[in-house]
């Protein structure tokens, strides 16, 4: 069946992509979803996972996830060479509930701003930062997502993302690196990975500027990393 899609697809305008879970496909064959589980580092394939707003069936909108979790996860994933499938659990005549119409609304603003750092990019050397002071909380899940006869398994499992986490991802020219801090900061904050041991210590950076935004932004490196002075109103104060 697969063979035989590939082959149709020839004929058609465009890629078809095959996702599939645990132990029924390889992943040369197609792409592993890991059901909701977060890979640890960066994956040399690529893979996806998924989350709902309510649910994975109509759910009223009492435990909706907030939008800006969502956000944390898409970020993360990205970083690590994933894709994010977020679920709408409709209602019996296919309308949407108010969260999810929110949410949407939510992600529009979201991706005008920060789309260039998500849509086309690729990992960068590490996948991100920990924040100052915290400490990694990973449970590892054996059976979480298995991919049959892997090889090249990375670790996954449930991961806890903090607000002063910063990932990375690249441009497809390998010319532009963004930080994506995940939560706005209210003071200055630094990016260890360009410090004098970090993995982009010889990486000469030319400029630095916020997505979504014009201002100028202040900035400096010193041994330590690039420390920078956030403009005194996010993007998406309005």
Same mark, same amino acid.
């Given at each position: ?45 690529k893979w996806q996972t998924h989350s709902s ?100 398994t990375v670790r996954k499992g449930r991961l ?5 986490? !910063?990932?990375?991802? =690249?441009?497809?020219? +390998?010319? &532009? %690196?963004?930080?994506?801090?995940? $939560? ?32 100028? !932004?202040?900035?400096? =490196?010193?041994?330590? +990393?690039? &420390? %920078?002075?956030?403009?005194?109103? $996010?993007?998406?104060?309005?």
């Amino acid at each position: 069946v697969v063979a035989y899609y590939y082959n149709a697809s020839q004929a058609w305008d465009g890629e078809p992509v095959i996702t599939f879970k645990r132990e029924s496909l390889y992943k040369e064959e197609a792409v592993p979803d890991y059901e909701g589980g977060l890979l640890f580092e960066i994956a040399p394939y690529k893979w996806q996972t998924h989350s709902s707003i309510s649910g994975w069936f109509y759910r009223n909108c009492e435990r909706a996830t907030p939008s800006a979790t969502l956000f944390r996860k898409v970020m993360d994933v990205v970083s690590k060479n994933g894709n994010m499938l977020i679920s709408l659990g409709l209602k019996g005549d296919g309308s949407m509930q108010d969260c999810e119409v929110a949410f949407l609304k939510d992600l529009a603003t979201w991706t005008r701003a920060n789309g260039a750092g998500i849509y086309a990019t690729r990992p960068w050397i590490v996948h991100g930062e920990l924040e100052p002071g915290q400490k990694s909380e990973q449970v590892e899940l054996d059976k979480k997502g298995i991919v049959f006869d892997d090889p090249a398994t990375v670790r996954k499992g449930r991961l806890k993302l903090h607000e002063g986490d !910063i990932r990375f991802t =690249r441009s497809k020219d +390998g010319k &532009t %690196i963004y930080a994506a801090r995940l $939560s706005w900061p209210e003071k200055p904050f630094s990016v260890s990975s360009f410090s004098a041991a970090g993995v982009g210590k010889d990486l000469n950076v030319g400029s630095i500027s916020l997505l979504g935004s014009s201002e100028k !932004i202040e900035w400096a =490196r010193t041994e330590s +990393g690039i &420390t %920078i002075t956030p403009p005194a109103k $996010s993007p998406f104060a309005d």
